[in-house]
């Protein structure tokens, strides 16, 4: 149980187009998501919290109107980077928590490798 | 200071070898610590959890918490060449937002 699909795994798009991609629960509902960013060799950085019917709430530094995350239902939220350019290029994880903590913690989604080209 | 510091490694081991992972953090509030492992291009899975102190094992792994020292570990036993990954720990004040290391590489050798 407590599975994370997160799709596309790979994307390559030009510089100033717009990429969305997928996070959803697949066997559990998740009322809440994390997104995350990982650089190589570094750690990942929480970006934002998706919460289902409100509003996302995005940590310092990262810009709200450039990384929209909807979160529409209780499995699926979506991040959509806007206005792409190459310094966007990271690999992009969502998390979601299945149960009370412990049972399964935050599972992760298997990520997203963005380049920006 | 980052809240949490990891050696990045790499660490290279002989199959069988037993690995100690380490972290240490600087909040003494965090509660919540886990440790992940994530393979190439892969998302973390979640391979130990604990809540606050004390140790808990799994088959090969064990995790260890010493909130007096601010240290956290993770060993393992009998280390297989499928345990080659990036090991994450992560860690958490309440269990929602998580702060993470930023991953050991580990290589064992066949």
């Known amino acids: 149980g407590a599975v994370v699909s997160q799709h596309p795994s790979r994307v390559i798009c030009k510089s100033g187009t717009s990429v969305k991609i997928e996070c959803r629960s697949l066997?559990?509902?998740?009322?809440?998501m994390f997104w995350y960013r990982q650089f190589p060799k570094q750690s990942l950085m929480l970006m934002a919290t998706?919460?289902?019917?409100?509003?996302?709430?995005?940590e310092q530094g990262v810009e709200k109107d450039k990384f929209l995350i909807n979160h529409a239902s209780l499995t699926l939220s979506t991040l959509t980077v806007t206005s792409a350019h190459p310094e966007d290029s990271s690999f992009y994880i969502c998390?979601?928590?299945?149960?009370?903590?412990?049972?399964?913690?935050?599972?992760f989604g298997s990520g997203t490798r963005l380049t920006v080209v | 200071q980052k809240e949490v510091e990891q050696d990045p490694g790499p660490l290279s081991v002989p199959e069988g070898a037993i690995v100690s992972l380490n972290c240490t953090y600087s909040?003494?509030?965090?509660?919540?610590f886990m440790w992940y492992r994530q393979y190439s291009r892969k998302g973390p899975e979640l391979l130990m959890y604990?809540?606050?102190?004390g140790n808990k094992e799994d088959g090969r792994f064990t995790a260890q918490v010493d909130k007096s020292s601010k240290y956290i570990s993770l060993f393992i036993r009998d280390s297989q060449p499928s345990d080659s990954a990036t090991y994450l720990c992560?860690?958490?004040?309440?269990?929602?937002?998580?702060?993470f290391g930023t991953g050991t590489s580990l290589t064992v050798i066949p």
């Open positions: 998706s919460n289902e019917g409100s509003k996302a709430t995005y």
């Open positions: 066997d559990f509902q998740a009322t809440t």
């Open positions: 992560a860690m958490s004040f309440t269990g929602n937002q998580f702060y």
């Open positions: 909040n003494s509030a965090f509660q919540y």
């Open positions: 998390s979601a928590r299945a149960g009370g903590f412990g049972e399964y913690g935050y599972t």
């Open positions: 604990t809540y606050s102190s």
